[in-house]
Every structure is written in structure tokens, then in C-alpha cells.
């Protein structure tokens, strides 16, 4: 896999050369091809400002659900990006239901927070979430009853590089098989993904989540005891639509872990 | 010519001259081209890569209040300074062929 990312990024740099955009790790020009586009299943509170779509895929076959939280953070392009593309898939096995704007305020304002502050600090677990969009999201993933959760998030640099920043890494609950399924997962995303010229950007797995927190993923693995996921992928030296694709890819294999497959293969 | 003018010259090689810039827009150029747009992030921007990422990396552990594009700006002076460097081995190696 290595050898092949050399080649590709070799063929970038002779297409660079010669002022063709030959692509390391995929150009918009090479995104999924827009596929048909179900409507919601459901929204989360309706005519509110928060008013916010729900999807739901079902598989073929029965098989465990999954949710997907995308725009938690309202300026955290490449989850909301990574997440509109999940609700396009077509899936062999198990359910997908997915909500990519979780805080609607605040993604239209492009802003981290919405209108009572950080969402995704609402989810004390062991208590009832903090505000009145914090409670409805989680009614509505309890509702789910989901088997496995991932937030789709970014952050500015690279975790253990920038002491100060996460991006680039999975969290894992420390509930059922959530860490070894990420450190296969980045271990899978690293080797295909990530160009061996950028080899600080290898997705890490950072310390499993207690259950403490008021975090989302906190909360589904202490209250509910599910295996969650933080996806946070950087924006260090990737743009917005580079890092819904890394997201997107990590998704896939982290879902595919806990036994959520696509059909026709992953992205 | 005067020696002043020799002298001159020199430094004009030394500082400015096509060895320096050639260096220092290999570099820069691919690294600036790979951050704006990721489709244009290829190989060429390695070197350039390493040296702004190490130097951020540092950077965050001694000042973690700074945003992360701060360092751009050590990074173009780091930059220089190796094309300086990359220039005057180039020299070096001519005059000694």
C-alpha cells in the first residue's frame, strides 16, 4: 500500500511538472459522483431554528445500527461535508441513521457554538443533557438505540505533533471493542489514505474516552455502554474537501469494524 | 571592476542570487500551492512540509496560545535561510568543478 501511495504521489509530482493536476490523495474533480438523495426520515425539533434533518438507511439485511453526528460544531466543514456523503450510502448490512447538522444554528452562522454555547458540552453523563437541542438529539439517538456512534469533527493541528490540538486522531469509548476497532481502523486510513509525504498527518488513536466528560460520545458510552467515536481530522494543510474524504474514509472503516458494511464496497 | 563592487556582487550572489531563489521557491511554492488547494499537495512540497511542521510543532509547545498560521512566517524565514545555505553549497560545488 506504501508503495502504491509512492507511485501515486510520484505521477503527482510528474503531473505537477508538467502543469497537470495530477492528484496525491484525490482532487474535488474526483469526489463520489452525486447520487440520488433520499429526503429525511425524520427532523429534530421542527419548527424551531434548530429544526435539523434525520436520516436513516436501512440495509438489505438486519445487521446493527449505527449513528453518525456531523456539525456538533458549526465550523467544522469537513464532518458536515463527510456527513451529508454518509447519508448517501447504500448499505449491505444494518442500519445508518444520520444526522449531519446536529446544531443548525451554528452551521449556518459558521460558528463553533450555537446559541446556548457548545453543544458538544451538553452531555453530562448520568445526567439530563444541558439544553432543550441537547435533549432532543439524544432522545432521538436513544431512540436509534444504536449499537455503535461516531461524531465527525476537525480540528486545527495534529495530535501529538501540536501539543495543543487533536486533529488527526480517533477517540474511542472505552466501552466494547471501540479501541481496537479504531487502532485497525487509522492503522487501515494511514496505509491507504494518508500520503507518505505528509507523514505527520497518520491518523492516531488518543485515549480512550472514560465516560466522565460531557461529551456525546462521553455519554453513549457511559449511559449507554455502546462503543462512540470522535472522528477529529485536521485542517492543518488540508482543505475542507480533502478532509470530508479522510473523514469519510475513516467512517467507513470504523463502521465496517462494528459490522455496519456498505454495499458495492467502501468509498 | 572594484573591489567594492566585487564585494557587492558577492553578497548579491550570495543573498539574492538564482541559486538562493531557485531554493527558496522549491521549498515554498509546492507547500503554498498543497495548503490552498489539497489537490496540489504532492511530493515537492516534502521538504517544505517537514520544515513548517517541525518548526509549528516547537512553536505550539513554547507558545500553545498562537494560532498554527503564526508560523508561516518562521517558516518563510527558515526557508531563506536554507536557500542561503542550499545556494552557497551549489556555489561551492561549482567553483570546486
Redesign the interface.
Known amino acids: 500500500m506504501r508503495r502504491r501511495q509512492f507511485i501515486r504521489?510520484?505521477a503527482?509530482?510528474a503531473?505537477?511538472?508538467l502543469g497537470v493536476?495530477?492528484?496525491?490523495?484525490?482532487?474535488?474533480?474526483t469526489t463520489e459522483a452525486a447520487p440520488s438523495t433520499p429526503g429525511p426520515s425524520d427532523t429534530i425539533m421542527p419548527g424551531t431554528a434548530h429544526e435539523t434533518p434525520v436520516y436513516v438507511i436501512e440495509g438489505a439485511e438486519s445487521g446493527p445500527t449505527a449513528v453518525a453526528v456531523g456539525g456538533i460544531h458549526g465550523d467544522e466543514r469537513s464532518g458536515i461535508l463527510a456527513a451529508d456523503r454518509l447519508r448517501e450510502w447504500d448499505l449491505a448490512a444494518g442500519r445508518l441513521v444520520v444526522i449531519p447538522r446536529a446544531n443548525r444554528v451554528a452551521v449556518e452562522r459558521d460558528t463553533r457554538e450555537g446559541e446556548h454555547g457548545d453543544l458538544n458540552r451538553q452531555f453530562t453523563p448520568g445526567r439530563e443533557p444541558a439544553t432543550e437541542l441537547a435533549r432532543a438529539l439524544w432522545d432521538r439517538i436513544v431512540e436509534a438505540d444504536p449499537d455503535v456512534l461516531t461524531t465527525l469533527q476537525s480540528s486545527?493541528?495534529?495530535y501529538g505533533?501540536?501539543?495543543?490540538?487533536v486533529g488527526q486522531a480517533v477517540f474511542p469509548t472505552a466501552a466494547g471493542d471501540a479501541v481496537t476497532v479504531a487502532e485497525t481502523a487509522t492503522a487501515t486510513v494511514n496505509d491507504a489514505a494518508v500520503?507518505?509525504?505528509?507523514p505527520?498527518h497518520d491518523f492516531r488513536v488518543g485515549h480512550p474516552l472514560s465516560g466522565d466528560a460531557p461529551l456525546l460520545s462521553h455519554k453513549v458510552g457511559g449511559d449507554l455502554g455502546e462503543p462512540a467515536h470522535i472522528v477529529e481530522v485536521t485542517e492543518?494543510?488540508?482543505?475542507d474537501?480533502?478532509g470530508a474524504r479522510w473523514t469519510g474514509r475513516l467512517a467507513t472503516e470504523l463502521l465496517a469494524g462494528h459490522g455496519l458494511e456498505r454495499a458495492g464496497g467502501d468509498a | 571592476m572594484s573591489a567594492d563592487t566585487r564585494t557587492a556582487a558577492d553578497l548579491r550572489e550570495l543573498f539574492a542570487g538564482p541559486a538562493v531563489v531557485v531554493a527558496f521557491a522549491l521549498l515554498t511554492v509546492p507547500l503554498v500551492a498543497g495548503a490552498l488547494d489539497s489537490a496540489f499537495m504532492t511530493p515537492l512540497a516534502f521538504p517544505g512540509y517537514l520544515v513548517l511542521t517541525i518548526g509549528s510543532a516547537v512553536g505550539n509547545l513554547l507558545f500553545p496560545n498562537f494560532a498554527l498560521w503564526v508560523y508561516w512566517v518562521p517558516f518563510a524565514m527558515a526557508c531563506y535561510g536554507l536557500a542561503v545555505i542550499a545556494g552557497g553549497v551549489y556555489r561551492a560545488a561549482r567553483g570546486a568543478g
Open positions: 504521489g510520484g503527482a509530482a503531473g505537477t511538472a493536476s495530477a492528484v496525491g490523495f484525490g482532487s474535488p474533480g486545527k493541528g495534529l505533533t501540536h501539543p495543543d490540538f500520503p507518505w509525504y505528509m505527520f492543518y494543510l488540508l482543505d474537501e480533502a
